[in-house]
């Protein structure tokens, strides 16, 4: 059994993040293959999100040194907490190392005796850095794309008009106070072939409920009901032309950024931010522009609309890259292969040959 550890006292949300995508797809690709695995909450019983993955098996525990008990392979999503396991384990770091004191000693000393697995090369040596490890240690599982992505079939546009769509979740560090100053950048501003659409994804939260009403009320852009499947979400980008990731880098970056290539497999160009992990995410239908620029996001959408929509050929080609059977084969790589030393064994080793005492003026070494 594979467990994977959510956020102990949160429930798994639908349809409002990589984070989520990632670790339903890994788990709902895992028992596709016959190999048993699971989502595991703490803390909640099953008011823990499992209504909406009827397809994923869920536990609950009631506390989260209950995880010391679980046999199998045990993978912690984004949270370094640190409990025993009966096992070596894992941790999938999502999210960029912390900026703040209080959460870097968590982060610190949670990892210290973790194998870990990051989302992109750039998320590896962001952590590499922030950890002081050899960023060989940490090993990459890139993030996918469901197949409905690249199975929906496209929604003709009406003629003339170009449909963008942010997808992310409504919060700042996804760039979409960014994404409302472009709307009065007089590049686009006046343009009425250009639609714009936001979902309501992460309006579960305080400021994602602020975000929401501050959208709704803007004459200039559109608000849908979030998706909370893959199939809901394929369908809404295959009836679109633009997807926009204006993610903020001034104090978040973006670790990898899989609407991007959900996007992509959906026949859609993707203007996102020239930051964190977002440029590995071309499957060749990428723009990239300067990060927390109003006016270099309107002209990167320009761009992708003058470049008109991806043939299909190419959309092809883009779903055939960040697959999820690539995605799960590379974990179980890392699930089967040799354990890199993690850094408490390194520090400890460190430790212990300081306190070898140092030889005598004038003995020799021993032959």
């Not at 940490?138 to 963008?164: D, K, L, M, N, Y």
């Not at 978040?252 to 931010?273: L, M, P, Y």
């Not at 991806?310 to 590379?330: F, G, I, K, N």
């Given at each position: ?11 798994l ?13 890994q ?22 999100g499992r ?10 525990l009631?506390t ?14 984004n ?15 999502h ?9 870097r ?32 240690t940490?090993?990459?599982?890139h ?9 929906e ?5 009406p003629?003339?008009?170009t ?52 959208l709704a009320a ?7 009901p979030a ?10 980008m ?8 204006p ?6 970056h ?26 590995e ?9 300067e ?23 190419a959309?092809q080609?883009?779903?055939a ?14 699930l089967?292969g040799?354990?890199?030393?993690p850094?408490?064994?390194i ?17 020799r070494a021993?032959?």
């Amino acid at each position: 059994m594979i467990s994977f550890i959510w956020s102990p006292g949160n429930r798994l949300p639908a349809g409002t993040g990589g984070s989520e995508n990632y670790t339903v797809g890994q788990v709902r690709e895992l028992n596709r293959r016959g190999i048993a695995a699971q989502v595991v909450t703490v803390g909640l019983g099953s008011a823990d999100g499992r209504d909406d993955f009827t397809d994923v098996p869920f536990r609950s525990l009631a506390t989260l040194a209950a995880v010391s008990d679980l046999d199998g392979t045990v993978v912690f999503v984004n949270e370094p907490h640190p409990v025993a396991t009966r096992h070596p384990a894992y941790l999938i770091l999502h999210n960029p190392p912390p900026i703040r004191d209080r959460y870097r000693a968590f982060a610190t000393d949670g990892t210290r005796d973790r194998v870990l697995i990051a989302t992109s090369r750039y998320a590896a040596a962001l952590w590499s850095d922030f950890l002081d490890v050899d960023v060989a240690t940490i090993r990459v599982v890139h993030p996918f794309a469901e197949p409905h992505f690249a199975r929906e079939p496209r929604r003709a546009s009406p003629t003339g008009q170009t449909r963008i769509l942010f997808a992310g979740r409504l919060s700042p560090e996804k760039g979409i106070y960014t994404l409302l100053e472009t709307l009065h950048v007089d590049v686009i501003d006046r343009d009425a072939s250009l639609t714009f659409t936001a979902t309501t994804a992460g309006s579960d939260k305080p400021q994602g409920r602020i975000i929401e009403k501050l959208l709704a009320a803007h004459p200039g852009i559109d608000v849908v009901p979030a998706c909370k499947s893959p199939a809901r979400m394929a369908a809404l980008m295959a009836a679109h032309d633009v997807v926009v990731m204006p993610s903020n880098s001034q104090y978040w970056h973006e670790t990898f950024g899989i609407v991007a290539i959900e996007a992509q497999h959906a026949g859609c160009r993707v203007v996102a931010s020239n930051d964190g992990g977002l440029p590995e995410t071309d499957c060749g239908a990428v723009v990239l522009v300067e990060p927390d620029n109003a006016e270099a996001l309107a002209w990167g959408i320009r761009a992708a609309v003058g470049q008109g929509p991806p043939t299909a050929a190419a959309r092809q080609l883009a779903s055939a890259m960040y697959t999820v059977a690539e995605s799960v084969d590379t974990l179980l790589d890392v699930l089967a292969g040799p354990l890199p030393v993690p850094p408490a064994v390194i520090l400890r080793q460190l430790e212990e040959l300081a306190m070898v005492p140092a030889r005598e003026a004038g003995e020799r070494a021993p032959a």
